[in-house]
């Protein structure tokens, strides 16, 4: 009995320092909105435990960001694609009402590169996915993505396949929050989940 009792108090503590070194915290509750930022007038809410966005009234664009600026870190999310499913992740951004400054990681519809990176009001697309990943995003099932931000190196990952590897130097100098997107045009809905985050 004593053993017992030593093992599963060794396991215990065992867990506790992997969870501990592995990093990451949750920064969506489940809950509520709480640590997160609306911007413009789509609309964004909790139901059943998920995240979810979609197009409001006036069909424009939507962000939903991070009270907290990230600056290098990874990001793991998982998201489900209802109706259009044009959205983004976007990272080290900065708010002027809708009108963002920084990097967007592509969510859209099969063939509009998921996985890619834009920079919106500046450069555009930055790099987009090779041809041959295009199969990757399963459209109307949960997707899971992974994006590492190290000064101005960005790799992403989408259902465990690498996407894109950039080197940018003006990323490297971006500060600011990380941030979900929902696209313009009307008739969207995306749903995401465990949004994690390790800052590096």
Known sequence: MKRTGLFFLAVFFALATFCKSNGYKTIFNGKNLDGWKIHGTEKWHVEDGLLVCESGPDGEYGYLSTEKNYDDFELKLEFLQ?????????????????????????????????????????????????????????????????????????TTWLNGQQMVDLEDDKIAKGKGAIALQIHSGGGIKVKWRNLQVKEL
């Open 82 to 154: 209802e109706a259009d499913g044009n959205s983004g992740v976007f990272f080290r951004s900065t708010f002027d009402g809708t009108k963002v400054s920084g990097w967007q990681v592509e969510v859209a519809p099969p063939n509009h590169d998921t996985g890619g990176i834009y920079e919106s009001y500046g450069r555009g697309w930055l790099v987009q996915i090779p041809e041959e990943n295009e199969d990757i995003l399963q459209m109307g099932e949960w997707n899971t993505m992974k994006i590492r931000v190290v000064g101005g190196h960005v």
